[in-house]
């Protein structure tokens, strides 16, 4: 089973500011990494797909990058609606397909 | 638009099963895969498994494959979850989620979630 971990756990900003999240992979899942934005109470809502895809409706301020093991969220300016829990997600032929436990992006 | 509607609420005792609905609109529904996934209380998402709505394959987690169905009813549009021998570390939201492979390659909608409790 592949481990996504995430750092770090809790990123404290300030709107406007620029938010770096880290997912890191226990081998390689070449590009076949997501992450996802999760809200109290709601379902989590793809952002990126594919390490570097913008999903349908998802603002030009998220981007993504990285491959192999080593991946990166950036929201270039934080907005008061970006403040949630963003996780990491890879897929594969083989299951389980597995979660990183999170970043929390909070208000400073 | 698309939605997927699941189920309501539920309390079960330990041992007991339990099944959740999910109902699909909006797009073909033998088109797309239903994957299930459940998050415990401030826990990180966990993926269940996966249903090919076309054919009815399945593909389960090795953590759930021995207590765990799903099933469809394409002529409803409607997508199954039944969990046995449910304990209180079931406890969860469980979401069904459309995979999408066109265009966009992900979970691109969800249900709203059921809450499973059980509890003695």
């Known amino acids: 089973e592949i481990v996504l971990t995430q750092s770090p756990a809790t990123l404290s900003l300030s709107p406007g500011e620029r938010a770096t999240l880290s997912c890191r992979a226990s081998q390689s899942v070449s590009t076949f990494l997501a992450w996802y934005q999760q809200k109290p109470g709601q379902a989590p809502r793809l952002l990126i797909y594919d390490a570097s895809n913008r999903a349908t409706g998802v603002p030009a301020r998220f981007s993504g990058s990285g491959s192999g093991t080593d991946f990166t969220l950036t929201i270039s300016s934080l907005e008061p609606e970006d403040f949630a829990v963003y996780y990491c997600h890879h897929r594969d032929n083989w299951p389980p397909w597995t979660f990183g436990q999170g970043t929390k992006v909070e208000i400073k | 638009q698309v939605q997927l509607v699941q189920s309501g609420a539920e309390l079960k005792r330990p041992g007991a099963s339990v099944k959740v609905s999910c109902k699909a609109s909006?797009?073909?529904?033998?088109?797309?895969?239903m994957h299930w996934l459940r998050q415990a209380p401030g826990q990180r998402p966990e993926w269940m498994g996966w249903i090919t709505t076309g054919t009815g394959d399945t593909k389960y987690s090795p953590k759930f494959h021995d207590r765990i169905t799903f099933t469809t009813d394409t002529s409803a549009g409607t997508a199954y979850m039944e969990l046995n021998s449910l304990t209180s570390e079931d406890t969860a939201i469980y979401y069904c989620?459309?995979?999408?492979?066109?265009?966009?390659?992900?979970?691109?909608?969800w249900g709203q979630g059921t809450l499973v409790t059980v509890s003695s």
């Open positions: 989620a459309r995979f999408s492979i066109f265009g966009v390659v992900g979970f691109d909608y």
């Open positions: 909006g797009y073909i529904f033998t088109t797309y895969a």
